[in-house]
């Protein structure tokens, strides 16, 4: 059974590239925080239960506890016994110095994980830049 965030959207959905050799459970981190950048998730949305990804993903349920268990940590997901998982309602704030630094940080290593792969800091910027235009609905630029 599907559920459905706020206002009847889509309910939020994980997938797997197992080629990349970026373990399952850091996949599923990486995609809350992309969704959460796109806003694509919003602080009150619900994430599918454990088990629901499990079935979905054909994965451990574990692996998806781990994964949720470390957003929980971070104070990005909170989860509400008998309700379900649900995007926190505070995001944690660094300070504008700290928050830069990670960016700065996060940016290098997407860079040089794309150029071990063999892409170009082109294709990677064009591919950032689609996939902003993705989230915000806007017209694909070629």
Known sequence: MAQTNQAGAQPFQFQLDLSTGVPVYRQLIDQVHAALSSASLKPGNRLP????????????PNTVVRA???????????????????????????????????LYQLAGE???????????????????????DESTGAPKAR
Not at 49 to 60: G, M, S
Not at 77 to 97: C, K, M, N, S
Not at 110 to 128: C, D, H, K, P, Q
């Open 49 to 60: 239960t454990v088990r629901q990804v499990a079935v979905d993903l054909a994965i451990n």
């Open 68 to 102: 949720y268990k470390e957003l929980e940590i971070r104070g990005i997901l909170t989860t509400q016994q008998g309700t379900g998982t649900f995007i926190a309602e505070r995001p944690v704030e660094t300070a504008d110095g700290e928050r830069e630094r990670k």
């Open 110 to 132: 997407v860079a040089a994980r794309a150029g071990a792969s063999g892409f170009t800091l082109s294709e990677l910027i064009e591919r950032l830049a689609e996939l902003r």
